[in-house]
Every structure is written in structure tokens, then in C-alpha cells.
């Protein structure tokens, strides 16, 4: 009998400078037993090429040959149980693709979090070409430099297309509106890159400060102004890795007006000042496995 823990364990680890990371992953064979769900604040997707596994995230659900997890920011989700298990994963800054200009991309986790299956069975003769998309998101952080954005954007772009062609018939699919968590983070997602308030936020869903604080924090794990200072973080990091803007330019594009603020905010989340982390990731090798770097290697169907 499995006993499950109802708090999600948090786990901010997206923190490298792409916007999206990548790798094939082998999961040992694991038998249910009691685990905690996790929550991250980066999107993951996981295709699942061998082998099957068992998720709970809203639900439970299996996942075999040719499905594919959707996992959206602040979602609590576990493994269950899982044997053979083969799947390329993918992690990516919701935040980041807004502030590209890219935030159409976003319409799977949407669909998950308005109540839709998180798990979606694509058609086989679709298998190798997107396995061909992740095997090249996965390379591109194997060498010294970093990706180019562009390139980054455009094979998530091709992944999250296949993915929403079956989306709109995936199973389980409901027409229950947002909740209020949820109402919540996609407001965060899309506002955190400038000045915003926890009054802000709550007052444009409709409830008061400690309602909506205690709400995110019950679903997530984390409150509002964690999520906030999340979301920012992801994107500069983004911008230290892929610009050569100065400091109070990144600070400024990620919602803080004081350059010693935001220093301060970066290095208590990185251990180091954004022109360290900045010199680090551009001359460090990467020749490690993108997913692995992020410390992401259980993430995509967290445990």
C-alpha cells in the first residue's frame, strides 16, 4: 500500500543560462512505495521511447511508447512506479519564453491546467522525428559556448507543435476552470519581469493578499513573492548568458529599479554575483548532459 505525502517538496532546479535543457534519460525500475510529490518552477516535458511508468498529477496515469508528460510550472506530480523506463526530457523557463515573445508556445500546459490529460499519445509515425528534436535540443549545450537562443526556441517550438496537434483530444480532458493557484502562477508568468506587488497579484484574481499567498502555498509549496523572484531569477540568468548587457540592464529587464538590489537578490539564490555566475557559465565546459546539469535528471516525472 502506498502512503502519499500531500506537500510537494519544491525544487528550483533549472539553473543554468539556456532557456531549454534537454537528455535522454534510463530510470531505474522503481516499485510504489511512500514519496513525496515534487514541484518545480520550470515546464517539463518527458517522451517516453521504452519501457512504461506510472504518474500521479492530477490523477494518476500511465505513461508507455510514444506518450508524452506534460508537467506545467507549480504542478505536484510523482513517479508511482515505473520499469524499463527510457524517455528524452525537456525543461524550459516559462517566463523566459514569455518575455521572447514566444508565449504561444504555452498552450499545452495551459490545456493541462485548465484540466486536460497531462499525458498525450503521439501517432508512431511521428516516433523518430521527435525523438530527432529532443537528440538536437540535448546536443546544444555540449560544447563550450552557449546555444543560441534562437535555435533553442525554434526545436521547442517544432516539440510543443507536435505535442499540440493531440492535445485537444487527449484523454481524460475537462472543462473545469483554473483554479485559483493556477490563476495565480499564469498571472506571475506573465508579470514578473516588472515592478509587481503581492497586492497587484491578488487583486488581478480577485481575492485578498492572504487568501491568494495561502492558496499558492498549499498547491505549490511556495508563495507569491517566491514565485516572483523565481521567475526573474530564470530570466537573468538568461540574459547574463546570452547578452552582453550590463548589470543594471538585466536588472532593470527583470523588474528591479536598483542594480545592488537585484546583485544582492542573484547572489542569495546562486551563491555568487551575476557577473561571476555570468563569467562561470560562459567559460565552464558543458560537456555534461544538459538535464543532469540543470539537476534535473528525475525531474520530468519527479519523484
Not at 79 to 98: D, K, Y
Not at 114 to 122: C, F
Not at 179 to 199: G, K, P, Y
Not at 221 to 230: K, L, S, Y
Request: proline share 4%; glycine share 8%; charged share 25%.
Amino acid at each position: 500500500m502506498t502512503t502519499r505525502d500531500p506537500r510537494p517538496i519544491r525544487r528550483d532546479s533549472l539553473t543554468v543560462g539556456a532557456t531549454v535543457a534537454a537528455a535522454l534519460q534510463r530510470a531505474d525500475d522503481l516499485d510504489a512505495r511512500v514519496r513525496a510529490p515534487v514541484v518545480h518552477s520550470h515546464a517539463a516535458i518527458g517522451f517516453c521511447t521504452e519501457g512504461r511508468a506510472r504518474v500521479a498529477l492530477r490523477g494518476e496515469w500511465e505513461v508507455t511508447r510514444g506518450d508524452v508528460l506534460v508537467v506545467p510550472p507549480g504542478e505536484p506530480h510523482q513517479t508511482l512506479a515505473r520499469s524499463q523506463f527510457v524517455f528524452w526530457g525537456a525543461a524550459f523557463c516559462v517566463p523566459c519564453l514569455v518575455a521572447m515573445g514566444a508565449g504561444a508556445l504555452l498552450a499545452p500546459l495551459e490545456r493541462v491546467r485548465e484540466g486536460a490529460s497531462p499525458v498525450v499519445s503521439l501517432d508512431p509515425s511521428r516516433w523518430a522525428y521527435v525523438e530527432g528534436l529532443f537528440r538536437e535540443l540535448a546536443t546544444l549545450r555540449e560544447g563550450a559556448a552557449a546555444a543560441p537562443e534562437v535555435l533553442e526556441r525554434s526545436l521547442l517550438t517544432l516539440v510543443l507543435s507536435e505535442v499540440e496537434k493531440v492535445s485537444r483530444g487527449a484523454r481524460g480532458e475537462a472543462t473545469q476552470g483554473a483554479s485559483l493557484a493556477v490563476e495565480t502562477l499564469r498571472f506571475i508568468e506573465r508579470n514578473c519581469l516588472r515592478r509587481l506587488s503581492l497586492d497587484e497579484v491578488a487583486a488581478a484574481v480577485g481575492r485578498s493578499p492572504s487568501h491568494v499567498t495561502s492558496a499558492l502555498t498549499r498547491a505549490t509549496g511556495q508563495g507569491v513573492n517566491a514565485w516572483i523572484v523565481q521567475g526573474r531569477m530564470a530570466e537573468a540568468r538568461r540574459r547574463l548568458s546570452h547578452t552582453d548587457a550590463k548589470l543594471d540592464a538585466v536588472a532593470a529587464e527583470v523588474g528591479y529599479a536598483d542594480v545592488t538590489h537585484f546583485i544582492r537578490m542573484f547572489r542569495r539564490h546562486h551563491g555568487v554575483t551575476p557577473a561571476v555566475w555570468r563569467q562561470r557559465e560562459r567559460g565552464a565546459s558543458t560537456t555534461r548532459g544538459a538535464l543532469s546539469a540543470a539537476g534535473l535528471d528525475d525531474d520530468v516525472v519527479g519523484e
